[in-house]
């Protein structure tokens, strides 16, 4: 099993860093709900708010699940140990930088999830 290092000492098994795609499909409507949630997730960030953007991003990042990748295509993921360094830094109080380590993946997923499906 290969490990892969995301923190100083800290590793984690690259299969729970490493995505695989879903058979199921998300909604266009889901997909719409989970644009309104990034948005206002980012006009947390922009006050201050950042636990509560932190719920959003969570919340959404878990709707998304692996629906963003497409089962015909062979993507290799790594968003996956991003979300485990925003784990980290939020259990160590650091909310701002686990809140945009957490943008950061759910955008990402965003991104291509649009590139392999019509919703827009």
């Known amino acids: 099993m290969d490990y892969i290092a995301i923190y100083h000492n ?6 729970s860093v490493i995505s695989k795609a879903s058979q199921k499909q998300l909604s266009c409507q889901q997909f719409l709900g989970i644009l309104a949630d990034l948005k206002a997730a980012n006009d947390l960030l922009a006050t201050g708010h950042y636990q509560k953007a932190i719920h959003l991003f969570d919340k959404n990042i878990t709707i998304v699940g692996q629906h963003y990748l497409s089962p015909t295509t062979n993507i290799s993921d790594d968003t996956g140990t991003k979300l485990i360094l925003g784990q ?3 259990k160590k109080g650091r909310l701002k930088r686990a809140a945009y380590l957490k943008r950061n993946v ?8 649009q590139e392999n499906n019509q919703c827009q």
């Open 10 to 15: 800290a590793s984690f098994p690259q299969s």
């Open 88 to 90: 980290i830094e939020q």
């Open 106 to 113: 759910l955008e990402s997923r965003i991104s291509v999830f």
